[in-house]
């Protein structure tokens, strides 16, 4: 995927082929991936053969949007003057529960940003585009049920 430039400043992701359906779940705040039907193994970035057996059987498949934080880095200086104007934020992979990784940003205040923190996804439009962002996961225990 490259970019390209967006006249809000936002740099535009350049759909692929094979990606194009990720994109249109996004439209539609749903985060998906491929999974291939021959080895079960799940497939990110899209692909049109499946990288682990070579199979044709790729299916895509909604993801739950829960997931752990993987690696990260917080960025302190923006390349471009509308990442300068979120500083300081935080990029990363996320290894998400149906076992591939996703790099995204991570939302939340960088002090408190984990290896191993849960998270979820949740959807902001960034120029024309709807993009996952994660968010540290509420993981206390629901006490409104007993």
Do not use: N
Not at 29 to 36: A, G, M
Not at 65 to 79: E, H, K, Q
Not at 99 to 126: C, K, S, W
């Amino acid at each position: 995927m490259s970019d390209t430039p967006a006249s809000d400043g936002w740099p535009r992701p350049y759909p692929q082929l094979d990606s194009e359906p990720y994109w249109q779940a996004l439209a539609d705040e749903r985060l998906t991936y491929q999974r291939c039907a021959a080895c079960d193994e799940s497939v990110w970035p899209p692909h049109s053969r499946c990288p682990h057996c070579d199979a044709a059987a790729l299916t895509w498949q909604q993801s739950s949007g829960a997931g752990t934080v993987y690696s990260y880095s917080t960025i302190g200086r923006g390349p471009t003057p509308v990442w300068a104007a979120i500083v300081p934020y935080t990029v990363g992979f996320v290894e998400l529960a149906e076992g591939y990784h996703l790099f995204t940003q991570i939302d939340g205040d960088p002090a408190t940003i984990e290896i191993g923190m849960p998270v979820r996804v949740r959807f902001l439009e960034r120029g024309d585009r709807k993009l996952p962002v994660f968010t540290r996961a509420d993981t206390s225990p629901d006490r409104s049920t007993s």
